[in-house]
């Protein structure tokens, strides 16, 4: 009833909101991806985005159809490796961001370590700055975090903007230095806060470093300062810090997927990872049921 290839166009749509980033990402044509969609909405008849010429929303039906495309798909591949004999073998080194420490990332891999049991996957939490550094050193095979503005690589699994988050009772004075929480070098999210201060002339203090997520929403929930973080992952107990505090707009942010280059044989395995990534990539901007650990 379901063509497998309009469910992985319609999980792209809803993961970008974009009828062009989803084409971008997929290869296709934009009349492509359109058509894929309709023929899907034909299919179901409900109407899964609502959509004009400046934004794309999930509808409710759409919001549904996201958990059933996802496990039509993951039985679909389940039932393709079984029948054609494929199983991968061998070991696969995956670098995960800070920032997807409180999302859902664990269903996904562990959707991943049940497809394929004989991947020994080995994960590394760090920040983006440090496991992009890993993986040009060849330490790491398939890598899940920000990148910086003017790199070109890898291959995006949604875009989102960073705000800046607090305490709730956190009031900023406006003749004193912003109290700042941040992440230590090299982090890009540190490096587009400073960047921001500094091309507004706002003086600043660090008021906390830490390498873990942990540690910077534990000094934000204290009320120790503000931290600047992506709009689709603020953690319970904090909020975005209201415009009347002053605070200059930071820029966007891309997440992506970068595969190395140095392990031919981790190839195969980096694929299946990757594509289990954006199957499943609204679920990296969602609460975890569980811990990493």
């Not at 919001?63 to 993951?74: K, N, Q, S, T, Y």
């Not at 050193?137 to 903007?161: C, F, I, M, N, Y």
């Not at 942010?253 to 392990?263: A, K, M, T």
Request: glycine share 10%; aromatic share 6%.
């Amino acid at each position: 009833m379901y063509d497998p290839s309009h469910l992985r166009t319609f999980l792209s749509v809803a993961q970008t909101l974009s009828f062009t980033q989803a084409a971008r990402r997929l290869g296709l044509r934009q009349s492509t991806v359109s058509q894929h969609v309709r023929r899907l909405e034909d299919a179901t008849g409900r109407q899964l985005f609502s959509r004009d010429t400046h934004s794309v929303e999930l509808t409710e039906d759409g919001e549904a159809m996201l958990g059933f495309a996802r496990r039509i798909l993951e039985v679909h591949e389940q039932a393709t490796a079984f029948f054609t004999g494929t199983r991968l073998r061998g070991r696969l080194r995956f670098g995960a961001s800070e920032d997807f420490v409180l999302t859902r990332l664990p269903e996904i891999l562990e959707g991943f370590r049940h497809d394929h049991p004989e991947v020994d996957l080995e994960l590394t939490v760090e920040l983006s700055g440090t496991l992009h550094e890993r993986l040009a050193a060849g330490r790491l095979d398939l890598v899940l975090a920000k990148r910086r503005p003017e790199d070109p690589r890898g291959e995006p699994v949604w875009s989102d903007r960073l705000v800046w988050i607090g305490a709730e009772r956190l009031r900023l004075e406006p003749d004193r230095p912003v109290p700042l929480i941040v992440y230590p070098p090299p982090g890009i999210t540190r490096a587009l806060a400073l960047e921001a201060l500094q091309r507004e002339g706002r003086a600043w203090r660090v008021a906390c470093t830490s390498g873990s997520l942990n540690g910077l929403i534990a000094a934000a929930r204290a009320g120790l300062g503000v931290m600047a973080h992506s709009r689709g992952l603020v953690p319970p107990g904090l909020v975005r810090v209201p415009e009347r505090a002053g605070l200059p707009e930071l820029r966007g942010v891309d997440f992506v997927l970068v595969h190395g280059r140095h392990r031919p044989s981790a190839q195969g395995a980096a694929n299946a990872l990757a594509a289990a990534v954006l199957a499943g990539g609204d679920r990296l901007h969602r609460p975890q049921r569980t811990g990493l650990g």
